[in-house]
């Protein structure tokens, strides 16, 4: 694969997963009020519109607006740098391990999209089971968790790369 190709297979997974992360927030947004939600699985799965104001699974939902809109705004540039690099490094031998670090990339840009919209992230997919809730996320989310899981997997079966 060339460096021209490597490039292509990050813009196509990156924009794959903000074009399908922005078009499912939109319909979200211009369908559903704010804290509704539809079942889709009683007891097990709902569509419920909810916007996070902190990061994954709330973190910093509680603090000051701009202590962490700050924090955000400045940690997912690097972030997303960060992972541009490690995607970058990868040798073409290790596509999965590319494969997960472009999943992470585009997750990263959609969640800091929403970001720069809104100052919160809109999420809408709740599992459950009775009362005991996942913490509602969305499709970058899911995105940046698969790509979490390759890289861990690299990681416990010692199949990182050589750099």
Do not use: E
Not at 24 to 40: C, D, E, F, Q, T
Not at 132 to 157: K, L
């Amino acid at each position: 694969m060339t460096d021209k190709t490597k490039y292509i297979k990050l813009a196509c997974i990156a924009g794959i997963i903000i074009i399908l992360d922005l078009i499912s927030k939109a319909i979200i947004l211009s369908k559903m009020p704010l804290y509704h939600s539809i079942p889709v699985i009683p007891g097990f799965f709902s569509i419920t519109h909810i916007q996070n104001p902190g990061g994954a699974f709330g973190l910093l939902a509680t603090h000051g607006s701009s202590l962490r809109d700050m924090f955000f705004i400045v940690i997912s540039p690097l972030a997303i740098c960060l992972i541009f690099f490690l995607y970058k490094n990868t040798p073409k031998t290790h596509t999965l391990l590319a494969t997960g670090f472009a999943m992470i990339f585009g997750g990263a840009i959609g969640n800091l999209i929403d970001r720069f919209r809104f100052g919160k992230v809109v999420d809408f997919l709740d599992f459950y089971i009775s009362n005991y809730h996942w913490p509602a996320f969305n499709i970058a989310d899911s995105a940046i968790t698969i790509g979490i899981g390759i890289f861990i997997y690299h990681i416990i079966f010692n199949k990182l790369p050589k750099l």
